[in-house]
């Protein structure tokens, strides 16, 4: 977030909607913008980032995006809340559903979350690092990445989860969901996709949700193929 050149906020929008987000601002809970100049009136809007999916993406993420997941194990790298997982749950038949969380925090909550509306039967969170998970990456067949490294991690580690990556999530037909593009992850890190590692998959974005979908949002959904 240091290497960010203009304030940005933090807003999971799977917590808070834009409707939500625009009451909190009227009310001066929130802002959308900062002062450039101290004590000025000059001001600059802030960009609001989510990392995790709004309600509306995770219905569209999982009823238009992905395939029919009967029986399909999908995991979910950095899954914070749980967001993932519980749209998951609602929206698709997936079998297995699998987070995985390097913070402890988040761990439990997920885990509380999971027990109180009891949605154990096809859901499971691990605290780990995504790279100590080779057999599980070798096994997946839906892998869901959105803005896991970017925010969170020196350029160094990034280009290292990315290899782990490439290396064991390999199983052919497998799916692959990013946010954003994969040319736009790895542009930053000079790093090149492993040759016929994956193809990228057409998306109908136009496809209706909800009042409350943001369509560009949705189109920094893509879906890749295992090769």
């Known amino acids: ?110 885990r509380n979350i999971l027990q109180k509306y009891k949605m154990t039967d096809r859901i499971q969170v691990l605290h780990t690092d995504v790279c100590l998970q080779n057999v599980l990456l070798q096994s997946a067949d839906v892998l869901i990445l959105n803005n896991v490294f970017e925010f969170f991690m020196e350029l160094g580690e990034q280009v290292r989860a990315w290899r782990f990556i490439m290396e064991n999530f390999r199983k052919r037909g497998s799916l692959l969901v990013t946010v954003p593009a994969l040319q736009e992850s790895l542009s930053t890190l000079q790093e090149a996709l492993a040759p016929d590692w994956v193809e990228e998959l057409p998306v109908d974005y136009d496809v209706f949700v909800g009042g409350d979908s943001d369509a560009d949002s949705l189109r920094q959904i893509h879906l890749y193929r295992v090769m």
Do not use: K, W
Request: proline share 3%.
């Open 1 to 110: 977030m240091q290497q960010r050149s203009r304030p940005t906020v933090h807003v999971d929008g799977f917590l808070y909607d834009e409707d939500q987000v625009d009451i909190l601002c009227e009310e001066g809970t929130m802002s959308r913008s900062y002062c450039l100049t101290c004590g000025s009136y000059r001001t600059a809007p802030l960009d609001f980032i989510s990392h995790s999916f709004s309600i509306s993406e995770l219905q569209f993420l999982f009823e238009n995006v992905l395939p029919d997941l009967s029986g399909r194990m999908v995991v979910d790298v950095g899954s914070r809340l749980g967001a993932v997982l519980y749209g998951g749950h609602v929206f698709s038949s997936a079998s297995h559903l699998i987070g995985l969380e390097i913070n402890e925090e988040f761990v439990n909550l997920q």
